[in-house]
């Protein structure tokens, strides 16, 4: 399929989202919630995809949010934008269900929607360059899905701070924060993206889809369902895919699974 207002390749199993519209800082268009959504549909039914990567083309940004035209409309008109960051939720809710590794990498200024897009990634690596920040509170606005992801992924008061302030944070800060896996220089940041996900993706998809879905529905959870989701998914993991077999009997002989690619 054609797009406009991104790209989408994919190379070794690794598919990669290109926001490209540098011009325009890549903010989001009706146009890009549309595109995003068709993307993410020939995702969920691709079996031979193993991993995403979300960025952005050029230097300058990632994605800054919302695009000045869209937000003209949406000041004008409140039901129009309850539905648009409605869908943007509900753009996120798909890559945190996706069963790959996703990961955001980061190339520029990345604020509100932008900066949510990330949260909704399994991983983030950050250009050492860029700025990366929420920034919703510096406009008056509230942000609508930030609050409780950064909360869990950083914590009370990390949250607090950086959605009260309002700052961003550049490069390493950010992996610092608990909100980055690793800061490299832009020009390396692709390149690092992808060599980070080939030491996922070299195990079945299916064991790293089933612990995704275990972490994820654990947040919700005390101790002991967490514990017995867990329990439970082992189970069903275990007699309804071959691989953890296979393994053990690979060990045993002393060869490699039958999943890995000997070079």
């Not at 909100?179 to 996922?200: G, K, N, W, Y």
């Amino acid at each position: 399929m054609t797009y406009s207002s991104l790209r989408y390749e994919t190379a070794g199993g690794i598919g990669v989202v290109t926001f490209d519209t540098p011009e325009r800082l890549n903010a989001i268009t009706e146009q890009r919630l549309d595109e995003l959504e068709s993307v993410l549909t020939d995702a969920e039914g691709d079996a031979a995809l193993r991993a995403l990567i979300l960025t952005g083309a050029g230097d300058r940004a990632f994605c800054v949010g919302l695009d000045l035209d869209l937000l003209d409309r949406a000041f004008a008109d409140l039901d129009f934008f309850n539905a648009t960051v409605a869908r943007v939720a509900g753009i996120i809710a798909r890559l945190e269900a996706l069963p790959v590794p996703t990961l955001a990498a980061i190339n520029g200024v990345t604020r509100a929607g932008g900066f949510e897009f990330a949260l909704g990634c399994d991983f983030v690596i950050v250009a050492d360059e860029a700025d990366f920040g929420d920034a919703h509170t510096d406009s008056g606005v509230l942000p609508a899905a930030v609050t409780t992801r950064l909360k869990r992924k950083v914590g009370d008061q990390k949250a607090k701070a950086l959605i009260w302030s309002a700052r961003f944070l550049r490069g390493q800060e950010a992996v610092d924060y608990g909100l980055a896996i690793r800061s490299v220089p832009r020009a390396q940041l692709l390149e690092e993206s992808h060599a980070f996900l080939r030491t996922l993706i070299d195990k079945p998809r299916a064991v790293l889809a089933a612990s995704k879905s275990v972490l994820q529905q654990a947040a919700d959870l005390t101790l002991a369902d967490a514990v017995a989701l867990e329990l439970s998914t082992f189970a069903r993991y275990m007699r309804s895919e071959p691989y953890g077999r296979e393994g053990y009997t690979a060990f045993r002989e002393k060869r490699p699974p039958s999943w890995k690619v000997v070079t």
